[in-house]
């Protein structure tokens, strides 16, 4: 049987670290879940107590995407459904060039299938990367016999996924242009216009104003000592990767961006229309609801509220509703909390979920759309403000130095 390594939080805060057997990584995560444990990294273990794909460099370079798996997912869905056997259709998608990586996943999956495994278990034993939810939806589709509605479904969620990161993405474009381009215009300034005046203030005498003092005296300073500061940047850099890695780092950055103007209540929607339509798509699938809030909670980005979820599962798992128990939470909006006590009064949880997630997925674009509306002008001004006043600071030094030259 697989063994797993494990981080969690115990009952008490504490960061308990470990090892276990399971049969897949959601059954490690029930595993834990079921001791009162709350854990957030889970990594397979290859041989005698080795990680699987330890090198970062060489995991990053096979690494199948999300988009590489919403694909498969989308492909096979529509083979499957044209009523094309599982084995002959995996059969027709390892043919494919395009995605070695993928077609030799696929080709691995077809030869299991063929041996007489599910598509789900031969997923889990060989998509180390794969999104957890991938297994539970095929392993449930599987058992209820409609393999083909389980990865229309799964690849609609991992296509509406992509899609909102591709949108944040988009809309953080333009600032950054913006910034970079204001930071190489005052590197210009500096190092190439400010050594060139100074010398016009040498002749007359002149006092050399602030402004252009310090813009030579850092120029001055990277020439010289660029080896150190080349040097000192990189560690800071390194310092930063290596300190916004540790959890519990990430775990302040994720509390304090729900607490930021505009931005929290931003983070908020998006993580919920994430927590939404994967618990509303997996119950839609046959997945018990115990399984598919532990597989919920770790598709949620923002850590407080992945804990969140994870810790109503054992209270829900011992009979309370999940309505009930997110009402203790002040992450979770009233609103969110209504729709999920509807569903559960209505038997109709998966459908409120659906309608839910289709609300904040339409609320968060339109949010971020606002805070862009809003972000834009205010860098532009900041930036205007900084090469403006360099550029003023310039003319008035040269005008300064030409009236000396006239008396």
Known sequence: MPRYRYTAYTPKGDILNGELEAQSNTDALSVLNQKGLHPYITEKLDGVGEVKNRSYLWALRNKITVQDYANFSRELATLVQAELPLDESLRLMAGHKGNKKLAKLTSTLLTHVVAGTPLSTALQEHA???????????????????????????????????????????ALTY??????????????????????????????????????????????????????????????????????????????????????????????????FMFARMLGTLLRNGVPLIQALQVSASVVPNRNISSLIQAAVQPVQEGQRLAEVLTQSKSIPETAISFIAIGEESSRLDDMLLHMAKLYEKETSQQLERVMTMLTPAITVMIGIVVGGLILSVMQAILGVNDLALQ
Do not use: C, Y
């Open 128 to 170: 180390d990367n794969a999104p957890l939810m991938m297994e539970s939806m095929i392993r449930a589709g599987e058992a209820r016999g409609d393999l083909g509605t389980a990865l229309s479904d799964l690849a609609s969620f991992l296509e509406a996924r992509i899609d909102t990161q591709s949108k944040i993405s988009s």
């Open 175 to 272: 600032p950054i242009i913006l910034t970079v381009t204001a930071i190489f215009t005052i590197a210009i300034i500096i190092s190439v216009l400010v050594p060139t005046l100074l010398p016009l203030f040498e002749d007359t005498g002149a006092v050399v104003p602030p402004a252009l003092a310090a813009g030579n005296w850092l120029s001055v300073q990277i020439t010289e000592h660029w080896l150190a500061i080349s040097l000192a940047l990189l560690i800071i850099v390194l310092a930063g990767w290596k300190i916004l890695r540790i959890e519990a780092v990430r775990r302040l950055g994720d509390r304090l961006a729900l607490k930021l103007p505009l931005i929290g209540s931003l983070v908020t929607k998006h993580n919920l």
